[in-house]
């Protein structure tokens, strides 16, 4: 008897080495859009900043004033009672004793710019130079020539246009060294005439004297005797 296969087939167990489809991904959450920054106002102060600056403004000054206090009780520790007769210099700042700001830090107002303008260019600042002086053109202003000389004594003389003044006068017949100025042109300096030769020098030695144009300061003993016994020195 012939045995008949069943041929139905047999169930299949799933592989569980196959991977399992994936999950479809969820969808992002749509991003909320940024905020936009808030425009900075350049004038806006700084709050903090600024109180920062005025502590430290403070404590600056409260430093100063006690390094002025400490700077005065040392001036009356060494000089003693000498201090009682100081003054306090009235064009100081108070906090900065010695010190001062520059003077074109303050106002045109205030009344210490003069003074610190006449402290930084010095004593002739403020003064005015006339247009009937000229400075001497034949020294270039010195009062004095070279002449050449390598002696020490006899290297330069007084100059004969200005006499040792350095200027002429304008508004003299005669200027200052004996010479004659032309009338001033617009805009410029006047240009003396050719000088008259002088006849004597500035203590009255003549033309030709062995100790004409020196200064008695720098004669030597015979020259110095010279001019005793000539009557130009005592």
């Avoid at 003069?114 to 000229?134: K, T, W």
Wanted: with cysteine; net charge negative.
């Amino acid at each position: 008897m012939t045995e008949v296969l069943d041929e139905t087939p047999a169930s299949v167990e799933p592989d569980e080495s196959e991977p399992e489809p994936d999950e479809e991904p969820e969808p992002d959450e749509e991003p909320e859009p940024d905020e936009e920054p808030e425009e900075e106002d350049p004038a806006a102060p700084e709050p903090v900043a600024s109180a920062h600056t005025e502590q430290e403004i403070e404590k600056a000054a409260k430093a100063l004033a006690k390094e002025a206090e400490r700077h005065a009780a040392a001036i009356s520790r060494i000089m003693g009672e000498d201090s009682l007769a100081l003054v306090m210099c009235e064009a100081c700042e108070p906090g900065i004793p010695g010190w001062h700001w520059p003077a074109k830090m303050l106002g045109e107002d205030d009344p210490r710019r003069p003074l610190y303008e006449m402290l930084e260019g010095g004593d002739d600042s403020s003064m005015r130079h006339p247009e009937r002086y000229a400075r001497c053109a034949y020294c270039a202003g010195y009062g004095w020539v070279l002449t050449g000389s390598r002696d020490p004594v006899n290297r330069k003389v007084v100059c004969p246009e200005c006499h040792a003044a350095g200027y002429l006068d304008r508004n003299a017949a005669t200027p200052t060294g004996g010479a004659t100025l032309t009338a001033v042109p617009a805009g410029g300096d006047a240009a003396p005439a050719a000088p008259a030769e002088p006849t004597v020098d500035f203590v009255g030695r003549p033309v030709g004297h062995p100790n004409y144009g020196k200064l008695s300061g720098y004669l030597t003993p015979a020259e110095l005797a010279r001019d005793i016994n000539d009557g130009f020195a005592s």
